[in-house]
Antibody
């Protein structure tokens, strides 16, 4: 069974930093494109960014408004995805989901964690 | 305001067929594959459709989708009470150089 478990969320003040983790199990992590998506309270989904597999070049793409403040990284030896968030703003308050995309015989599957809540407030 | 537009709400009665639209532009839907997600209340999103019309394993064939030009649509036939959820389209956008989600459509089963 595939499981994605996010951690690291919490209450922080504006301007502070936070690093989220997403630990995966039950899948070949180095074959998965990993993505962060966030959802502000009562709002829709917002793509944060993704990091491709090393086979696909390991490219990292970010949502334009977040580029420069947010950094994605992966450690394939630990089956873990990271999201470092700097200079946090109140509008970064959201539930942060990680997602894994894999292909088996050209068929795509996406797996999602249950999210970790980040609250930015003074 | 997302560059990809969905109606905020849709509704239908059990057994009916409903469609949800997703309107974009030449920088997104026209040139890239569309995915659709279902988000049940209090749950993480679930992939319903990828590559415009492909269903992942386990997704019932009551869910279908299509794309034409700068628009895409999701159809749900044989509507069931459990289909009551938020539905999102998602697609790569060349201008933003990132994935954009539609604003989401809240489906109510009357």
């Amino acid at each position: 069974e595939v499981q994605l478990v996010e951690s690291g969320g919490g209450l922080v003040k504006p301007g502070e930093s936070l690093t989220l983790s997403c630990e995966a199990s039950g899948l070949t992590f180095n074959n998965a494109r990993m993505t962060w998506v966030r959802q502000a309270p009562g709002k829709g989904l917002e793509w944060v960014g993704h990091i491709k597999t090393k086979t696909d070049g390991g490219t990292i793409d970010y949502a334009a408004p977040l580029k420069g403040r947010f950094t994605l990284a992966r450690d394939d030896s630990k089956n873990t995805l990271y999201l470092q968030m700097n200079n946090l703003r109140t509008e970064d308050t959201a539930l942060y989901y990680c997602s894994a995309r894999i292909y088996v015989n050209s068929a795509r599957s996406d797996y999602w964690g249950q999210g970790t809540l980040v609250t930015v407030s003074s | 305001q997302s560059v990809v537009t969905q109606p905020p709400s849709a509704s239908g009665t059990p057994g009916q067929r409903v469609t949800i639209s997703c309107s974009g532009s030449s920088s997104n839907i026209a040139g890239h594959s569309v995915a659709w997600y279902q988000q049940l209340p209090g749950m993480a999103p679930k992939l319903l459709i990828y590559d415009n019309k492909q269903r992942p394993s386990g997704v019932p064939d009551r869910f279908s989708a299509s794309k034409s030009g700068t628009s895409a649509s999701l159809a749900i036939s044989g509507l069931q009470p459990d289909d009551e959820a938020d539905y999102y389209c998602a697609v790569w956008d060349d201008s933003l150089y990132g994935v954009v989600f539609g604003g989401g459509t809240k489906l109510t089963v009357l």
